[in-house]
């Protein structure tokens, strides 16, 4: 099965407190995602025997709706679209270039 975003995808923010920033997606949580320098929250972690403590900065997840994928081919945020090729396997094509994402 092909999503639309996967994780290592580089993305493009198109709304809310972030918007025209991209970042790579290092994570997958069903309908959002947690991408890499976006939606960044002050995190209080309390000092224990492993982690130091105080105040971090963590990435939160972000819906899905909110992401466009980055055409690699000429850095533009584009719509993906999916293709059924002849061997019955899904691939993910970009809307902008209509060249094939994945490999």
Same mark, same amino acid.
């Given at each position: #099965?092909?999503? @639309? =975003?996967?994780? !290592? $995808? #580089?993305?493009?923010?198109?709304?809310?407190?972030?918007?025209?920033?991209?970042?790579?997606?290092?994570?997958?949580?069903?309908?959002?995602?947690?991408?890499?320098?976006?939606?960044?929250?002050?995190?209080?972690?309390?000092? $224990?025997?492993?982690?130091? !403590?105080? =105040?971090?900065?963590?990435?939160?997840?972000?819906?899905? $709706?909110?992401? #466009?994928?980055?055409?690699?081919?000429?850095?533009?945020?584009? @719509?993906? @679209?999916?293709?059924?090729?002849?061997?019955?396997?899904?691939? @993910?094509?970009?809307?902008?270039? !209509?060249?094939?994402? $994945?490999?």
């Amino acid at each position: #099965m092909a999503a @639309r =975003i996967k994780k !290592g $995808d #580089m993305v493009f923010v198109n709304c809310g407190k972030d918007i025209g920033k991209t970042g790579e997606v290092l994570r997958m949580l069903g309908t959002s995602a947690i991408v890499k320098g976006v939606n960044v929250a002050k995190k209080h972690q309390k000092q $224990d025997q492993k982690n130091e !403590g105080g =105040i971090l900065n963590k990435e939160m997840p972000i819906k899905l $709706d909110n992401l #466009m994928l980055i055409d690699k081919k000429d850095n533009k945020p584009t @719509r993906v @679209r999916t293709k059924i090729l002849e061997d019955k396997k899904k691939v @993910r094509i970009s809307a902008l270039s !209509g060249d094939q994402i $994945d490999a």
